[in-house]
Protein backbone atom coordinates (compact mmCIF):
# COMPACT_ATOMS: atom_id res chain seq x y z
CA UNK A 1 0.00 0.00 0.00
CA UNK A 2 1.61 3.36 -1.24
CA UNK A 3 1.34 6.28 1.44
CA UNK A 4 2.92 9.75 1.13
CA UNK A 5 2.37 11.35 5.17
CA UNK A 6 3.36 14.90 4.93
CA UNK A 7 4.56 17.38 8.12
CA UNK A 8 5.58 20.02 9.33
CA UNK A 9 2.78 22.53 8.38
CA UNK A 10 1.31 24.58 11.09
CA UNK A 11 1.02 28.43 11.35
CA UNK A 12 3.87 31.57 11.26
CA UNK A 13 4.12 34.96 10.81
CA UNK A 14 4.57 36.69 7.48
CA UNK A 15 8.35 36.80 7.01
CA UNK A 16 8.98 33.25 9.12
CA UNK A 17 9.89 29.55 7.56
CA UNK A 18 8.33 26.25 7.75
CA UNK A 19 9.88 23.19 6.52
CA UNK A 20 7.26 20.47 5.38
CA UNK A 21 8.48 16.92 4.76
CA UNK A 22 6.86 13.76 2.98
CA UNK A 23 7.84 10.47 3.42
CA UNK A 24 6.43 7.70 1.18
CA UNK A 25 6.22 4.31 1.53
CA UNK A 26 5.17 1.45 -0.59
CA UNK A 27 6.74 2.75 -3.76
CA UNK A 28 10.41 2.25 -4.86
CA UNK A 29 11.13 6.25 -4.28
CA UNK A 30 14.16 6.82 -6.20
CA UNK A 31 12.79 6.70 -9.51
CA UNK A 32 9.77 8.93 -8.79
CA UNK A 33 9.39 12.38 -9.46
CA UNK A 34 8.53 14.01 -6.74
CA UNK A 35 6.21 17.64 -5.99
CA UNK A 36 4.70 19.81 -3.81
CA UNK A 37 1.43 21.25 -4.59
CA UNK A 38 -1.03 23.72 -2.93
CA UNK A 39 -4.69 25.03 -2.76
CA UNK A 40 -5.69 27.72 -1.08
CA UNK A 41 -9.57 28.47 -0.55
CA UNK A 42 -11.66 29.13 -2.72
CA UNK A 43 -8.66 27.93 -5.71
CA UNK A 44 -7.58 25.61 -7.68
CA UNK A 45 -4.66 23.46 -6.41
CA UNK A 46 -1.19 24.29 -8.46
CA UNK A 47 1.83 23.15 -8.99
CA UNK A 48 4.69 25.00 -6.23
CA UNK A 49 8.06 22.50 -6.87
CA UNK A 50 8.86 19.40 -7.95
CA UNK A 51 12.35 17.11 -8.04
CA UNK A 52 12.74 14.89 -10.67
CA UNK A 53 15.21 11.45 -9.81
CA UNK A 54 18.17 12.89 -11.69
CA UNK A 55 17.25 15.97 -8.81
CA UNK A 56 16.40 18.52 -11.02
CA UNK A 57 14.13 21.43 -9.75
CA UNK A 58 11.52 23.24 -10.73
CA UNK A 59 9.53 26.24 -9.26
CA UNK A 60 6.31 28.51 -9.25
CA UNK A 61 7.83 31.94 -10.18
CA UNK A 62 5.51 32.77 -7.02
CA UNK A 63 8.19 30.65 -4.78
CA UNK A 64 11.00 31.27 -6.97
CA UNK A 65 14.06 32.52 -4.77
CA UNK A 66 11.55 31.70 -1.02
CA UNK A 67 11.34 28.22 -1.21
CA UNK A 68 14.00 25.02 -1.90
CA UNK A 69 12.84 21.25 -2.89
CA UNK A 70 15.29 18.83 -1.52
CA UNK A 71 15.26 14.99 -1.84
CA UNK A 72 16.40 12.04 0.33
CA UNK A 73 16.20 8.73 -1.35
CA UNK A 74 18.16 6.70 1.38
CA UNK A 75 14.55 8.09 3.85
CA UNK A 76 12.49 8.38 0.88
CA UNK A 77 11.69 11.73 2.09
CA UNK A 78 10.82 14.87 0.08
CA UNK A 79 11.26 18.37 1.77
CA UNK A 80 10.14 21.76 0.78
CA UNK A 81 11.77 24.38 2.71
CA UNK A 82 9.93 27.73 3.00
CA UNK A 83 11.36 30.82 3.58
CA UNK A 84 10.01 34.51 3.61
CA UNK A 85 6.77 33.27 3.71
CA UNK A 86 3.63 35.57 2.60
CA UNK A 87 0.18 35.43 3.45
CA UNK A 88 -0.52 34.42 -0.02
CA UNK A 89 1.76 31.54 0.41
CA UNK A 90 -1.55 29.87 2.76
CA UNK A 91 -2.85 27.13 1.65
CA UNK A 92 -2.97 22.85 2.42
CA UNK A 93 0.37 21.20 0.86
CA UNK A 94 0.38 18.38 -0.80
CA UNK A 95 2.87 16.19 -1.47
CA UNK A 96 2.68 14.05 -5.14
CA UNK A 97 4.69 11.30 -6.45
CA UNK A 98 4.66 10.22 -10.29
CA UNK A 99 6.32 7.59 -12.35
CA UNK A 100 7.17 9.57 -15.65
CA UNK A 101 5.75 7.87 -18.66
CA UNK A 102 3.34 5.68 -16.53
CA UNK A 103 -0.03 5.51 -15.22
CA UNK A 104 1.38 5.48 -11.06
CA UNK A 105 1.10 8.66 -9.19
CA UNK A 106 -0.18 9.06 -5.42
CA UNK A 107 -0.85 12.33 -3.39
CA UNK A 108 -0.46 12.46 0.49
CA UNK A 109 -3.48 13.95 2.38
CA UNK A 110 -2.29 17.50 2.44
CA UNK A 111 -0.98 19.55 5.66
CA UNK A 112 -2.10 23.21 6.20
CA UNK A 113 0.09 26.03 5.99
CA UNK A 114 -1.01 29.46 7.52
CA UNK A 115 0.91 32.84 7.21
CA UNK A 116 -0.74 35.11 9.50
CA UNK A 117 0.47 37.81 12.10
Known amino acids: QVQLVESGGGLVQPGGSLRLSCAASGILFSIYRMSWYRQAPGKQRELVASIGHGYITNYADSVKGRFIISRDNAKDTVYLQMNSLKAEDTAVYYC???????????WGQGTQVTVSS
Open 96 to 106: HADWSGTKYEY
